[in-house]
Nanobody, 118 residues
Framework: QVQLVESGGGLVQPGGSLRLSCETS????????MYWARQRPGEGLEWVSR????????GYRDSVKGRFTVSRDNAKNTLYLQMDNLKPEDTAIYYC???????????RGQGTQVTVSS
């Protein structure tokens, strides 16, 4: 059974940092591209970052470039997202996804809430 469990969200002031984690099980984590996606209030899901199986390739949406860093530990089957210099517009539920089809609920976890507010 595929399981993805996000954690690390919370309330942070603008300019602050958070580190999200996604613990996975039930599939061959090291063989999949992994994605972070988010859903901002009143909006649809959007991808945030992605990382290749061996971490050699990473991608970010323009609005988070230079502030967010995606990483993974294949030995621990865990995905991470370091978020620095957070802005109010980063407020969202953040999901990790097995592969690019993050719109499919079977491919993602339950999400973790990130709120950036003073």
């Amino acid at each position: 059974q595929v399981q993805l469990v996000e954690s690390g969200g919370g309330l942070v002031q603008p300019g602050g940092s958070l580190r999200l984690s996604c613990e996975t099980s039930g599939f061959a984590f090291s063989t999949w591209w992994m994605y972070w996606a988010r859903q901002r209030p009143g909006e649809g899901l959007e991808w945030v970052s992605r990382i290749s199986q061996g971490s050699k390739q990473r991608g970010y949406r323009d609005s988070v470039k230079g502030r967010f860093t995606v990483s993974r530990d294949n030995a621990k089957n865990t995905l991470y997202l370091q978020m620095d210099n957070l802005k109010p517009e980063d407020t969202a539920i953040y999901y990790c996804s097995k592969g690019a089809d993050y719109h499919n609920p079977r491919n993602r976890g339950q999400g973790t809430q990130v709120t950036v507010s003073s």
